[in-house]
């Protein structure tokens, strides 16, 4: 039930709420949440981009 929770936390609540907040604190809020929901080490994909 707990991952359930947190799943639905990452689908349903915070993909939806990227749509209407700043790009960069969308990216920030998504890569927190993630790291909470599915205990991931997460790195800043879009500044690695930049650094190519």
Same mark, same amino acid.
């Given at each position: /039930?707990?991952?359930?929770? +947190?799943?639905?936390? $990452? ?6 709420? /990227?749509?209407?907040?700043? +790009?960069?604190?969308? $990216? ?25």
């Amino acid at each position: /039930m707990k991952l359930w929770l +947190k799943s639905f936390t $990452h689908n349903c609540i915070v993909h939806p709420l /990227m749509m209407f907040i700043p +790009k960069k604190w969308a $990216h920030e809020l998504h890569d927190r949440n993630a790291d909470w929901a599915f205990d991931l080490n997460r790195y800043d994909e879009l500044k690695l981009e930049k650094q190519k």
